[in-house]
């Protein structure tokens, strides 16, 4: 099975963050080689360029060894980060809260400076030592539309990710 490429953004000491195609030898700097086209992944994303990119960096020479970079949260500036809680049929049997299911799943918003790079500390809040963590799939949206066909729905979708998510679960539970 071919691994799947994995694009980042990503910081070095001193310097702007840049982006690129992270390989098992280091890094291929490609925000270097296309920053005249696509400044950042938000860019290439929207220019539906990811796959270019991808072979870019497959061929050439790896820039920084991993252990150099900081890595960031993968796109810089999202338009939105819309999130869906409580959409799997076990949840009760994971939070043993006394809820019932919801009929729907839950929508929240999250900002983007809310989120950090890979290996950066999630820090608690001081309001409240309740929190929360699990891993979260991220899907990101490479093209807009609306009334999208079922059948459709995967040409829309740039990339997947992987996030920690937390919350303060006592300040949901205040909401609700």
């Not at 490609?30 to 994303?45: G, N």
């Amino acid at each position: 099975m071919t691994p799947r490429p994995k694009l980042a953004t990503f910081q070095l000491p001193g310097r702007a963050p840049a982006y690129g195609l992270v390989r098992q030898d280091g890094i291929v700097e490609l925000s270097a080689r296309f920053a005249d086209r696509w400044p950042t992944l938000r860019e290439a994303i929207a220019e539906d360029r990811l796959a270019e990119l991808c072979e870019a960096g497959a061929e050439a020479s790896v820039d920084h060894p991993l252990s150099a970079i900081k890595l960031l949260p993968p796109i810089p500036s999202p338009e939105k980060i819309i999130c869906i809680g409580v959409n799997y049929p076990d949840r009760n049997d994971e939070y043993k809260d006394g809820q019932a299911a919801p009929k729907y799943p839950s929508m929240f918003i999250r900002f983007p400076r809310s989120f950090v790079g890979h290996g950066a500390s999630l820090v608690r809040p001081k309001a409240s030592p309740q929190l929360d963590y699990e891993g979260e799939v991220v899907i990101v949206i490479g093209k807009g539309g609306r009334h999208i066909e079922e059948r459709d729905a995967l040409d829309h979708i740039a990339a997947l990710s992987l996030c920690n998510e937390g919350t303060i679960r006592d300040w949901v539970r205040h909401a609700k």
